[in-house]
């Protein structure tokens, strides 16, 4: 991969983690290759059914690497975009475990995510406008169908910095964990969504993530496109079988 993302994998769960503690991991191009080749492998491999995203060193990211944006330095990759991440999530569901700062790009890196765990010592924010810029990496678009609208406003407008309890208290985090257990409980909660069918948690993402574009009269025919071919896997019958037999199921993804 690269020198500034490792990849661990386990238990059907790929652990992506931005290693550049002495730049608060910000994003540069390299790094978002980095990333957006590992949101590839996530999506690509049958053997993996989630994946967590971190950070190295006690901060998550601190956004664009400002040094090599100077030097000319664009940190977007293809159709993925910002980080590799921010204009086309994977589509098997990512956990953000957030420990320290999560600013501008580094806030959208994680609002890409479904899940968010967050350590006490996290800070979220978007202050973009402090510097008279516009968070363009999806921050705005996603900040305000996670919060209440007048929440993502203040936030947004004044650029303010939101402690992990508010923002837990906001719904936006879903779990609150004590500072260093961030990625051991997202690590936790991916495999507990691992131990599913990898065909029904790929699906269910694909329904919540694009329902709320479908037009009303037309959700349960759209939702059936997506559903049917899970109901008449093999996965679906070993579901069955294995809650007949009393058993773990074994999956083969077909």
């Known amino acids: 991969m690269s020198a500034t993302v490792r ?6 769960v790929l652990i992506v983690t931005i290693d550049r503690p002495d730049a608060r991991n910000a994003i540069d191009t390299a790094t978002a290759q980095a990333i957006a080749d590992a949101m590839d492998l996530l999506d690509d491999s049958a053997d993996l059914v989630a994946g967590v995203l971190t950070g ?13 944006f100077l030097a000319g330095e664009r ?11 921010v204009e086309r999530p994977p589509a098997k569901p990512l956990i ?3 420990e320290g700062y999560a600013l501008a790009g580094g806030f959208e890196i994680v609002l890409a995510c479904d899940l968010i765990v967050a350590a006490e010592n996290a800070t979220f924010g978007l202050p973009e406008v402090r510097r008279g810029l516009v968070a363009g990496g999806g921050g705005l678009m996603r900040l305000s169908e996670r919060v209440p609208y007048h929440l993502a406003m203040r936030w947004a407008l004044t650029g303010a910095h939101v402690p992990a309890a508010g923002a837990h208290a906001a719904g936006l985090v879903a779990e609150l964990v004590p500072a260093g257990t961030a990625l051991d409980v997202a690590l936790d909660l991916a495999r507990e969504i691992a131990a ?10 694909q329904v919540i993530t694009s329902a709320r574009d479908w037009p009303t009269a037309e959700q349960f025919v759209r939702q059936r496109e997506i559903t049917e071919p899970v109901r008449s896997s093999a996965d679906a019958r070993e579901g069955a079988a294995a ?7 074994v999956w083969r993804g077909v």
């Open 7 to 12: 990849l661990d994998r386990t238990d059907g």
């Open 56 to 68: 190295a060193g006690g901060t998550f990211c601190a956004g664009m690497d400002l040094k090599a």
């Open 75 to 85: 940190p977007s990759i293809g159709d993925r975009g910002f980080a590799g991440i």
């Open 96 to 98: 953000a475990a957030v």
């Open 196 to 205: 599913n069918g990898p065909l029904a948690v790929r699906a269910t993402k």
């Open 243 to 249: 809650f007949a037999e009393k058993r773990r199921p």
